[in-house]
């Protein structure tokens, strides 16, 4: 494949996940080589230079670059920039919440707000509310799937660094409006931060709603085996990466190592495949849930009978494997459901080829009081479910045996 066709000619995105990275080869194997060095050698002292004044590329140290991060950085930024006029920048991070906190310290400073919606991955809370706070950095909440709220909360608080979002959040898998929400935030002046790790690319581009950054957990879908921990941010704008985000990375070290972006870069090549099969089972599995005796409520955006099913038709292409559910039995029968699964992995990650189960209230979301998990939407009662890509029957055998149960 000519170097050049990927930037000359406009791809689909399954097309960009197989060969984006194969830019970064400059060994001609067919698949990228692991660069596992720590450092990198210069020709001379002018060589070393020019590198370390950017006035020619290559790599001087693993903490400030190295091919596979790169390659794999510069892949998932072309996903998320599919319909775009210009390619957005990516950086790759050793986690995704080294993702989150890169955004975080790279935007925000000292008296000013993250104001983020109250449904929230655990750990990006407990960032946002609590480590933040203690070197002056605030945080406050708005009701993710209400405009008025956030259009309240951006009115009632000086000093937003940035409107922080999650849609379909984790793990009521509410939505948030994009662009009504880019609309408000913009108007005030103010950049929107979303993670896009539930829907990937694949599922949402939300580069083209008018977000300025977008991040991921890669551990999750982008990688799709469970075997990787690492996350990503994406923007459009070069003033922004090079400035604020960068340099945060490169300082702080949350860098992602060669093996973990090469293990990405192999993963995301089957992105799209497995996105569809996940669409698939996910939309059998929800209904098949929607209809048993023991589930109250399921909350699956491809569903008619979700509350923001209008909404997830607008701004999503499909709905995803990932959904919540209500049991009638509370927080005795979300654990009793855990102990009788068989097929399905108890685990607290997701978006892996395997079918994946988790109880919020007594996991991943334990160390939150009960009064700020209600605050955020999870009950006692409420289950994650992260529909893999088995064949789906035996998928929903394993549930109902263990409803049943």
């Not at 690319?201 to 008018?210: D, E, S």
Request: with cysteine; charged share 20%.
């Amino acid at each position: 494949m000519h170097k050049d066709i990927l930037n000359r000619r406009k791809m689909g995105l399954g097309t960009l996940a197989i060969h984006m990275t194969d830019l970064h080869n400059e060994t001609h194997a067919h698949a990228l080589p692991i660069y596992q060095t720590s450092t990198y050698v210069f020709d001379g002292v002018e060589h070393g230079q020019s590198l370390w004044r950017g006035e020619q590329p290559g790599h001087i140290y693993s903490r400030l670059g190295n091919p596979n991060t790169q390659a794999t950085a510069d892949a998932i930024a072309a996903l998320e920039g599919v319909g775009l006029s210009e390619r957005p920048l990516g950086l790759l991070t050793g986690s995704g919440m080294a993702a989150v906190s890169t955004v975080a310290l790279g935007l925000a400073r000292v008296g000013e707000t993250i104001l983020s919606q109250r449904a929230l991955y655990g750990a990006s809370h407990t960032l946002f509310h609590q480590h933040l706070n203690a070197y002056g950095i605030q945080h406050a909440t708005f009701d993710g799937h209400d405009l008025d709220d956030l259009e309240a909360a951006l009115e009632r608080h000086d000093s937003i660094s940035m409107v922080y979002i999650e849609s379909p959040a984790n793990p009521t898998m509410k939505l948030t409006d994009v662009c009504g929400a880019v609309k408000l935030a913009h108007g005030a002046g103010i950049p929107v931060v979303m993670d896009n790790t539930f829907a990937t690319p694949y599922l949402q581009q939300p580069l083209k709603m008018g977000v300025d950054v977008v991040l991921h957990s890669t551990t999750k879908y982008l990688t799709g085996h469970g075997t990787v921990v690492g996350g990503a941010v994406v923007t459009p704008h070069e003033d922004l990466f090079r400035d604020k985000l960068m340099p945060v990375l490169k300082t702080f070290g949350a860098v992602a190592g060669p093996m973990d972006a090469w293990l990405t870069s192999i993963g995301m090549k089957t992105l799209h495949v497995r996105m569809a099969r996940h669409c698939e089972n996910g939309m059998a599995v929800a209904r098949f849930l929607e209809a048993h005796p023991a589930i109250e409520k399921v909350y699956y955006p491809g569903l008619e009978s979700f509350e923001q099913y209008d909404l997830a038709r607008t701004q999503m292409s499909d709905f995803g494997g990932m959904m919540s559910f209500e049991l009638k039995g509370g927080y005795e029968a979300g654990a009793a459901l855990m102990d009788n699964v068989q097929l399905a992995t108890l685990a607290v990650s997701l978006g892996t080829v395997d079918t994946l189960i988790q109880h919020p209230a007594s996991m991943t979301h334990f160390k939150n009081p009960p009064a700020v998990r209600a605050e955020m939407g999870i009950s006692d009662g409420l289950v994650r479910l992260s529909v893999g890509i088995e064949d789906v029957d035996d998928i929903i055998a394993d549930l109902e045996q263990a409803l049943d149960a």
